[in-house]
């Protein structure tokens, strides 16, 4: 029921070569425990990866060792997540504990003896900063997580940072419903700077920066600098208590009767694909992707790389198209997907939605320089079984009684144009008129190695005619 993918961070080079500006610093986890209680989560690191692995290996066991069951209340549930990412720092920050005591020794008492030589002092001074160095990097580093449980047909999301949760639900009629679970805890969130301002922050100046210690991130696990050191940061020299915390937002959905699936995202993947197409539809575009992917085939690891490696080209074209975008896309983070599929159906669906099959939704971006309007357009695909088909004909083991042939019905699509203030959509199905009839057989390639035209653009070409008269257009067929 879940599949991860991933890809490492990159920076382009002037001719769209990319490379991997540090070791990825994302982590997961996903779990299985007792009572029909499950556990999954996206950590995304920086200045290291050692926070995100730790938080990994460890928060499982402050939550699934006996701690959760099937009678505990959604008030327990909340106590037991805020409490787990508190013992996950706790416990972190202690792990480094001697390594932090070393550095603080060897930065305020530097090796000095009046009797040695210069040349051996200078030995040992570069011995101290490397090892200076050394501890720098074990001890260094946060995380930011996006954690969701499920336990009861509830799920919490438990968040702390900017990694996103999408919670898609399926309708009846194929069309997803996307949820955007919780907002980003970053220095443009309003309450989190009502937050700061209520312990002595400036919210001002933190919005005017922009960044806390080089990080957006308002809530964070780890990170020794601005949790323990904090009154030694000008920004945050005035808190009268710790101003970046590791105490997680928690929402709660109920899952009885939904049928779809989860997205946990590291904030690299979301923001790469921001990007590169702007915020606006980001999340309907992911979602698109997931179905797609899901629809094609019944491995969720699978289907989980095959959009990270979507986004990933996108950003790259977007930098290599040299428009509008690509200064935005000279880079990208490590990003990681988790996909969770909720009583979603298999592949193997029939081949139309009236006989059993499903329709998958593919976002298409859409935009016109004449329209002050921000809208997408999405293409509603029903794809048949794998293996149904043969080099352009049914196989007759696979097809039950009554099913249409590729030559006695058209496929079947569905646009639906969604507004993005007011989330409403609208969908008519077409007829497949733009589909010229086919026989029974494949068609045979004439002698210059083509075969017939299938699909009659007559239509769009009079519309982008009607549409662009004023710019002399002499789009159609060639």
């Known amino acids: 029921m879940c599949g991860v993918g991933s890809a490492p961070n990159c920076v382009y080079a002037p ?9 990825n610093e994302d982590g997961h986890l996903r779990f299985r425990g007792e009572d029909g209680c499950f556990l999954y989560g996206v950590f995304n690191g920086y200045d290291g990866s050692r926070v995100a692995s730790y938080v990994s290996q460890f928060l499982t066991a402050e939550l699934l060792l006996g701690q959760l069951n099937s009678t ?20 972190f920050f202690k792990s ?12 305020y008492f530097p090796p000095h003896n009046e009797v040695a030589g210069y040349h051996q002092l200078s030995l040992q001074g570069q011995k101290m900063q490397e090892r200076l160095k050394e501890l720098e990097q074990e001890v260094s580093g946060g995380a930011t997580a996006v954690v969701a449980l499920i336990l009861n047909s509830k799920l919490y999301i438990a968040n702390v940072g900017s990694n996103r949760a999408l919670l898609c639900k399926s309708s009846s009629d194929g069309q997803n419903q996307v949820q955007q679970i919780g907002r980003p805890h970053n220095t ?6 009502q937050r700061l301002a209520g312990i ?11 960044q806390i210690a080089g990080q957006t991130s308002t809530r964070t696990i780890g990170d020794y600098r601005v949790k323990l050191n904090y009154t030694d940061i000008d920004l945050l020299s005035g808190a009268k208590s710790q101003p970046i915390i590791a105490e997680p937002e928690i929402h709660r959905n109920q899952l009885d009767g939904v049928t779809g699936f989860l997205l946990l995202m590291s904030e690299g993947l979301i923001s790469a694909l921001e990007s590169a197409h702007g915020p606006e539809q980001a999340n309907q575009e992911m979602v698109a992707m997931v179905a797609a992917q899901l629809a094609q085939q019944s491995d969720l690891e699978a289907a989980a790389q095959a959009v990270v490696e ?38 193997d669906g029939l081949l139309t939605p009236t006989q059993g099959g499903r329709i998958y939704p593919v976002s298409v971006p859409y935009s016109n320089s004449q329209s002050t ?16 088909l043969t ?24 646009l639906q144009s969604t507004n993005t203030q007011t989330q409403s959509s609208s969908s008519s199905s077409g007829d497949g008129s733009l589909f010229r009839q086919r026989g029974s057989q494949a068609a045979q390639p004439d002698e210059t190695g083509r075969v017939p035209p299938y699909v009659d653009f007559s239509q769009f070409y009079r519309l982008w005619g009607s549409d662009h008269a004023d710019t002399h257009s002499t789009l159609g067929p060639q």
Not at 85 to 91: A, D, Q
Not at 188 to 193: G, I, T
Not at 391 to 414: C, I, R
């Open 15 to 23: 001719d769209g070569k990319g490379t991997q500006s540090h070791p």
């Open 72 to 91: 505990h209340t959604d008030n327990d549930v909340r106590r037991l997540l805020t409490q787990a990412f508190s013992g996950v720092e706790k416990s």
């Open 96 to 107: 480094i504990d001697d390594a932090l005591a070393e550095k603080a020794d060897l930065n």
């Open 188 to 193: 443009d969130n309003e309450d989190e700077l």
């Open 200 to 210: 002595g922050v400036d919210p001002a100046r933190v919005k005017q920066v922009g």
């Open 310 to 347: 979507q986004v990933k080209r996108l950003h790259h074209d977007a930098y290599a198209s040299g428009r509008q975008r690509a200064p935005r896309c000279a880079r990208h983070e490590d990003m990681t997907l988790l996909v969770r599929t909720l009583d979603y159906p298999p592949v």
């Open 373 to 388: 309007s921000k809208t997408s357009v999405t293409l509603s695909l029903v794809m048949p079984c794998q293996g149904t």
């Open 391 to 414: 080099n352009g004909t049914n196989t007759a083991s696979t097809v039950e009684e009554g099913t249409p042939t590729p030559g006695s019905q058209s496929p079947t699509a569905t």
